[in-house]
């Protein structure tokens, strides 16, 4: 199985900063990397997908990068409402197996 | 509008079996792939599940195969998971979420939450 390793677990960080979550793929997965972003008591949703793709409707100050086994998710200026844990997932196999999770906190 | 309803979570006793129902509404529910994943309180998201657009062909994460079931009702634009043998570690949100195609998961619904305990 493969497996998914996101850094850090939890990040602090100031309205107007420039943040970058990691996620590492245990094998290569090409660029079959999605990210989401999850506040409590809502639907998760789905922010990029194939590593670097924004799905629509999101902020173009929503970021990502990478391909086989490295992936970055950049925010470039933090928003209130960007306050939330973020998740990778990869889907190069059919178990879309995710990584642990990044809580970004305000500092 | 996408949306994506499940029900059928609750309370129930270890061993013991529940059906979870996923209604879809404002796409073609036949033509694309759906997913389970799930969210235990405290813990991050886990896949459970998945099935084909035809229903012919399900996928399941080691912790749940054999006592979950995955199935779809087309013509009713529904999905049903089907659980036996529950455990406590089976205690979660259960989201189920379309496919966007190469895998990824483009909709979600908000979840159900099922207990397992005694």
């Known amino acids: 199985d493969i497996q998914m390793t996101q850094s850090p677990s939890t990040l602090s960080a100031s309205v107007g900063d420039r943040v970058t979550i990691t996620c590492r793929a245990s094998q290569s997965i090409s660029n079959w990397l999605a990210w989401y972003q999850l506040k409590p008591g809502k639907a998760p949703k789905l922010l990029i997908y194939e590593a670097s793709t924004l799905e629509s409707g999101v902020p173009s100050r929503f970021s990502g990068s990478g391909s086989g086994t490295e992936f970055t998710l950049t925010i470039s200026s933090l928003q209130p409402d960007d306050f939330a844990t973020y998740y990778c997932q990869q889907y190069n196999t059919y178990s879309g197996t995710f990584g642990q999770g990044t809580k970004l906190e305000i500092k | 509008e996408v949306q994506l309803v499940e029900s059928g979570g609750g309370l129930v006793q270890p061993g013991g079996s529940l059906r979870l129902s996923c209604a879809a509404s404002?796409?073609?529910?036949?033509?694309?792939?759906m997913t389970w994943v799930r969210q235990a309180p405290g813990k991050g998201l886990e896949w459970v599940s998945a099935i084909s657009r035809s229903g012919g062909s399900t996928y399941y994460a080691d912790s749940v195969k054999g006592r979950f079931t995955l199935s779809r009702d087309n013509s009713k634009s529904t999905l049903y998971l089907h659980m036996n043998s529950l455990r406590a570690e089976d205690t979660a949100v259960y989201h189920c979420?379309?496919?966007?195609?190469?895998?990824?998961?483009?909709?979600w619904g908000q979840g159900t939450l099922v207990t397992v305990s005694s």
């Open positions: 979420a379309k496919e966007k195609g190469s895998g990824s998961y483009e909709s």
């Open positions: 404002g796409f073609t529910f036949s033509s694309y792939a």
